[in-house]
């Protein structure tokens, strides 16, 4: 079979139909960006308001950490291109260090990226054992499943806790493995942490969660609260006021951070054995210089005044949800998270609605089916620290125009988080 015949066969393929439409009807994908001006971005000669950035706090617009790039690359290089098997720059160890404490956790381990956490320790996790995965999980997670699930373990999907409770008391083959997101990348909604913990510690299970859209959102709840975000941003566990008995907390730096790194919250322990097993820590090319560099400036802005930035991030994030909820628009975030998910209609079309939102200047993620269910179709929001009011006039005036025209969804009486 010649590379263009694979080529269409893949595009025929129902798994990914409806992102190669995207890509060749809509301009959303594949886009060149070619400048930035804070969230407003150009493409061609068009400019648009950035709402598909993940950079919840602003830090990849924030001068004191672009500041913190120039000393390190001239220290390290751009790239000390060693395994961390090989050798570690010392911000390596510098950066699990403040992490654990910003976590409260034992101890950190921190490797490129979320999905090579997920292919290379879930199977290291579950051995020949037992994946119980909540059907809702974020794809790299299954994919990480279904690899350890080629190596031996077992494999069941749960859609509740009732599920999962019935599941685990069938699991007889050890050890067993509860993999589960934190905040939701789609809903934005925050899942009760503490109840899955009782019910994998009753039953010896490790609960692992990937919280990467919450990891610097969301954090410790106090009275001197700035927003009902919590303190600090360090991860759902906190928010939730659990502890890390049982737990493998998964988060990344991508997004809150605007880094190229990724970690995990373990006891020393485990993170001793996964340096002998788990690829990217023995092969893998480590993350850029300034990748490193960015999340250390990152601890120290978000120690002086992370938590003004999310009570900033919480009261626009409501601007846009008060506004779609008094329209009885629906989405699915009862959370109050910074991810806003509106579906279609649907008798509305993805691609139509899309170039509606381009030339309104609106730059989203889009959701097509088969990756979300054909009742989610539509496009998300993701509001961050570093967006303007003005610009979530703009926004709030198009989602009006959108829901007296029927493309969106109507509330519904109840949400499924």
């Known amino acids: 079979m010649h590379a263009s015949q694979l080529a269409t066969e893949v595009d025929q393929d129902p798994r990914y139909s409806g992102i190669a439409r995207l ?57 000390p291109s060693w395994s961390r098997m090989l050798g570690n720059p010392a911000l390596y160890p510098q950066i699990e260090e403040r992490l654990a404490a910003l976590l409260g956790a034992e101890d950190t381990l921190v490797l490129p990226t979320i999905t090579q956490i997920h ?50 008391k069938t699991a007889t083959t050890g050890p ?9 990348s789609m809903t934005g909604n925050i899942p009760d942490v503490r ?6 510690r009753a039953h010896g299970a490790i609960l692992y969660i990937d919280d990467a859209h919450g990891f610097g959102v969301i954090g410790a709840r106090a009275e001197d609260e700035t927003s009902p975000y919590g303190l600090s941003g360090n991860s759902i566990i906190r928010y939730c006021g659990a502890a890390y008995d049982n737990v493998v907390l998964v988060g990344g730096f991508s997004k809150a951070y605007s880094s190229l790194l990724a970690f995990l919250a373990v006891p020393t322990v485990l993170k001793n054995r996964l340096k002998s097993a788990a690829a990217p820590y023995l092969y893998s090319g480590p993350s850029p210089t300034a990748s490193l560099a960015t999340v250390l400036a990152g601890f120290d802005v978000n120690a002086d005044r992370g938590d003004k930035l999310r009570a900033e991030l919480y009261r626009m994030s409501m601007r846009v949800l008060q506004h779609v909820r008094g329209l009885g628009v629906f989405t699915p975030n009862t959370d ?17 609605v899309s170039e509606r939102l381009w030339q309104r200047g609106l730059f989203v993620t889009l959701a097509p089916y ?14 961050t620290a570093a967006n303007t009011d003005a610009e979530v006039d703009e926004l709030n005036a198009v989602i009006t125009e959108l829901a007296a025209d029927g493309v969106l969804q109507e509330a519904r009486e109840s949400s499924a988080s």
């Open 23 to 79: 890509r060749a009807e809509t301009r959303f994908y594949d886009a060149v960006i070619d400048e930035v001006d804070g969230r407003r971005i150009r493409v061609g000669e068009h400019w648009l308001t950035d709402w598909a950035s993940c950079n919840y706090l602003g830090f990849d617009l924030e001068p004191q950490i672009i500041g913190a790039v120039e000393e390190q690359l001239r220290r390290w290089g751009t790239h």
């Open 119 to 168: 292919l290379s320790v879930i199977p290291v996790l579950a051995q020949r054992g037992t994946i119980l995965i909540d059907a809702r999980a974020h794809k790299t997670i299954w994919d990480g499943c279904v690899f350890a699930r080629a190596q031996g373990a077992t494999l069941s999907r749960f859609r509740s806790l009732d599920e999962l409770a019935a599941l685990l």
């Open 370 to 383: 088969p990756g979300v269910p054909r009742d989610q179709v539509g496009f998300r929001v993701q509001v």
């Open 336 to 352: 109050d998270t910074p991810i806003i998910e509106l579906p279609i209609a649907l008798d509305r079309d993805l691609v139509e």
């Open 195 to 200: 109840a899955y913990l009782d019910l994998c």
């Open 176 to 184: 067993v493995l509860v993999c589960m997101d934190g905040v939701n």
